[in-house]
C-alpha cells in the first residue's frame, strides 16, 4: 500500500471522529485520542517499520490487537478503545462502529465478514465465518453465531433479529469517497 492511499484511509477515520478530513482536524484529534492515534499509526503501518512499531505499541498499551493484515475499510470508528480484537481473517467494510470490549473471532478458517455502515455494540462477539449485513446492528453483549441480514438489528445469547428496521442512524459522519 502506498503513503497516499494510507492517508486516504487516515482521512477517512478522520472525518468519522471530528466530521473533518483537514490536517488541523486529523493533528487535533491525533493529539487527543489515544484510539486514533493508534488508527493512524494501523492503516501507515503497511508503509514503513516506524509506524508498524508505533502500531504495536500503542496495540499493546490500549488492547488493539488487530493484526495490519486485517482487511478494513474506510471510515473506521472504535469508540472507548480497549480490549478489541479482531482475526486477521476477518473483513470489516466501510464507516463500522467497533466498541469496547469486542471481539471478531474464529478457530476453524475465516472470521466474520461484516457490511458497511454497522454498528457493533460493547461487549459482542462475533464467531466464525459469519456474514453481517450491511446496515446491521449488534446489541451489546450478544454473542453472533450466525448471519445477520442487511438493516437489521441482533442482539442476545445467542444473536438473534429483533428488529428489521435500517439501524445505520447510530452511524455518525459517514465517509463518502467524493468527500
Not at 486529523?26 to 486514533?36: A, C, D, E, G, T
Not at 479482531?86 to 478457530?107: D, E, K, W
Not at 459482542?124 to 445477520?148: L, N, P, Q, R, Y
Request: charge should be positive.
Amino acid at each position: 500500500m502506498s503513503i497516499k492511499e494510507a492517508w486516504g484511509y487516515v482521512k477517512s477515520d478522520s472525518y468519522r471522529y471530528t466530521g473533518s478530513c483537514s490536517l488541523i482536524a486529523i493533528f487535533k484529534i491525533f493529539v487527543l485520542n489515544p484510539v486514533f492515534r493508534w488508527q493512524l499509526f494501523f492503516r501507515m503501518s503497511r508503509c514503513s517499520f516506524i509506524f508498524n512499531y508505533f502500531r504495536r505499541h500503542y496495540s499493546k498499551k490500549y488492547g488493539l490487537h488487530i493484526p495490519k493484515a486485517t482487511k478494513i475499510g474506510y471510515g473506521l470508528y472504535i469508540g472507548h478503545g480497549i480490549g478489541v480484537v479482531v482475526n486477521p481473517t476477518a473483513v470489516i467494510g466501510n464507516n463500522c462502529n467497533l466498541s469496547q470490549f469486542v471481539t471478531i473471532g474464529s478457530n476453524h478458517g475465516r472470521a466474520a465478514e461484516i457490511g458497511d455502515n454497522v454498528y457493533v455494540g460493547p461487549s459482542v462477539c462475533i464467531v466464525e465465518s459469519v456474514k453481517i449485513g450491511s446496515g446491521a446492528c449488534i446489541g451489546a453483549g450478544a454473542v453472533v453465531v450466525s448471519d445477520v441480514p442487511p438493516n437489521n438489528t441482533a442482539a442476545g445469547v445467542p444473536a438473534k433479529v429483533v428488529s428489521r428496521n435500517d439501524s445505520s442512524r447510530y452511524i455518525q459522519n459517514k465517509w463518502t469517497s467524493n468527500i
